[in-house]
């Protein structure tokens, strides 16, 4: 086995473990420059679509320690749920795309932990949403400061570190869109207002931005 094949060994070796799930390898990229860990992309056998890194540490005396992605996956739903329940409570009818994309999440998060679990002031774990409705939905065509108020500290109230991106846009546009429509054509989407609510790690509340694109 050369030194590729036995590193991509030991990492799958941790993950199969630690989920007790099977994975397959995809990419490895080994410490380099630009890394100081080797990482490997896996994903879970028979969902190439959800491939997700792990990271390979050895410090200076030789031990050997791990980190990985795939918590994001596990809770994705429920944490697009969730915020979608929050959001539509603070503003009304709205679809809500959430992305997880952090490269890896800390350790003791585990398939088990619920989303009050999560949030740790000195832990990396954020997420950023996109929010869109209509001013028939609204009843205008501009968010309210109130509106924007009592969505972040709902979010906040729950703990949820985030970052949203919320647009009125018109009943035909809102008619039409997908995922791939916003992400690729956001300015056609032509929105009368885009404001943005952030939670911190400190769990503050800012609003801000106002007007169009």
């Given at each position: 086995m050369n030194t590729n094949d036995a590193i991509k060994t030991d990492m799958l070796a941790y993950v199969n473990e630690k989920y007790e799930a099977t994975f397959v390898a995809d990419t490895l990229i080994k410490?380099?420059?630009?890394y100081h860990y080797d990482k490997l992309y896996v994903y879970p056998e028979g969902e190439a679509e959800n491939k997700f890194e792990i990271h390979r540490y050895?410090?200076?005396?030789?031990n050997i320690s791990y980190a990985d992605g795939y918590f994001g996956i596990l809770i994705k739903n429920d944490y697009d749920r969730v915020v979608s329940d929050i959001v539509q409570a603070a503003i009304g009818e709205a679809?809500?795309?959430?992305?997880?994309d952090q490269e890896i999440y800390a350790n003791r998060l585990k398939p088990e932990t619920k989303l009050s679990g999560i949030y740790h002031?000195?832990?990396?774990?954020s997420s950023q949403s996109f929010v869109f409705t209509t001013p028939s939905q609204l009843g205008s065509d501009q968010f309210s400061d109130e509106q924007l108020r009592v969505l972040g500290q709902k979010l906040a109230d729950e703990k949820l570190v985030c970052f949203l991106t919320l647009y009125v846009i018109s009943d035909d546009n809102y008619a039409n869109l997908d995922e791939a429509t916003f992400k690729n054509n956001l300015i056609k989407l032509n929105p009368s207002d885009r404001r943005m609510v952030e939670i911190d790690y400190s769990l503050a509340v800012a609003i801000k931005g106002s007007g169009t694109i």
């Open positions: 410490a380099n420059w630009a050895q410090d200076e005396a030789g679809t809500v795309y959430t992305s997880l002031p000195d832990e990396i774990f």
